[in-house]
C-alpha cells in the first residue's frame, strides 16, 4: 500500500504495480476467475491511488506548477474516464462479451495517463516544489491511500474539500463489503 520515498517515487511505484497487473491480466485466460480477480486488484489500486492524486498532488500542482490549473484538470478528466469504464465494469464477470473490450480501454486511458504524468507533470513538480514538499506529499499520499474507496464512485467529489471529507467514509464502506464479499484477497 504504501512504498516509501517522496510523492513522485510513490506514485510511480503504484504505476508500476499496474502495469504488472495489466500484464498479469494479459496472460491469464481469457473469461478466467483469475482475469476477474485480476480487474479486482486493478480496479482497488486504480481508485486508491487515484483518490489520494486527487486528494493531494493536483491541490500541489494547482499551487506550485506554472498553469498547474490546466494540468491538474486534464489529469481529473482522465481519472473520470477510466473511473466511468471501472463502474461498468464492476458487475460483469470475466465471460461477459464485453469484459475484455472494456478492459483494453481501462488499460489504453490508463497507459496514456501515466506516460503523461511520469513525462510532463512529474518533471515539471519536481522543478518547481522543494524536496522536503515532495517527501510530504508523499507521506500525505501514503496517509490518503489507507482509508481511500476500493470501488469507482464516479459520482463523487474529485477535488477538495469535500473529496477529502467523504472519502474515508466511502472507503470504510468499500473496505467492508470487500471483507464481506472476499473481493481483494
Known amino acids: 500500500m504504501g512504498h516509501g520515498g517522496d510523492v513522485i517515487e510513490e506514485l510511480t511505484t503504484d504505476h508500476r504495480e499496474v502495469d504488472t497487473l495489466f500484464e498479469r491480466f494479459a496472460q491469464a485466460p481469457s473469461g478466467s476467475a483469475e482475469r476477474k480477480s485480476l480487474l479486482d486488484a486493478l480496479t482497488i489500486e486504480l481508485v486508491r491511488h487515484s483518490v489520494a492524486e486527487e486528494q493531494h498532488l493536483y491541490p500541489a500542482v494547482r499551487e506550485h506548477v506554472q ?3 490546466a494540468l491538474a484538470d486534464k489529469e481529473i478528466d482522465d481519472h473520470a474516464r477510466v473511473e466511468r469504464l471501472l463502474k461498468d465494469l464492476e458487475g460483469r464477470e470475466a465471460d461477459d462479451s464485453d469484459f475484455d473490450r472494456l478492459v483494453a480501454k481501462v488499460r489504453t486511458e ?3 495517463h501515466i ?5 510532463n507533470l512529474f518533471v515539471q513538480l519536481r522543478e518547481s516544489c522543494h524536496p522536503y514538499v ?7 499520499v501514503r496517509d490518503a491511500k ?5 470501488r469507482p464512485h464516479p459520482a463523487a467529489p474529485s477535488t477538495p474539500p469535500a473529496n477529502k471529507l467523504l472519502a474515508p467514509g466511502v472507503g470504510l464502506v468499500d473496505r467492508a463489503r470487500d471483507y464481506v464479499a ?4
Not at 115 to 119: A, I, S, T, V
Not at 134 to 140: I, M, P, R, V
Open 182 to 185: 472476499g473481493r481483494g484477497r
Open 110 to 112: 490508463v497507459t496514456a
Open 146 to 150: 489507507k482509508t481511500a474507496p476500493t
Open 134 to 140: 515532495l517527501e510530504s506529499l508523499g507521506n500525505k
Open 115 to 119: 506516460q503523461d504524468e511520469e513525462r
Open 67 to 69: 498553469d498547474g490549473d
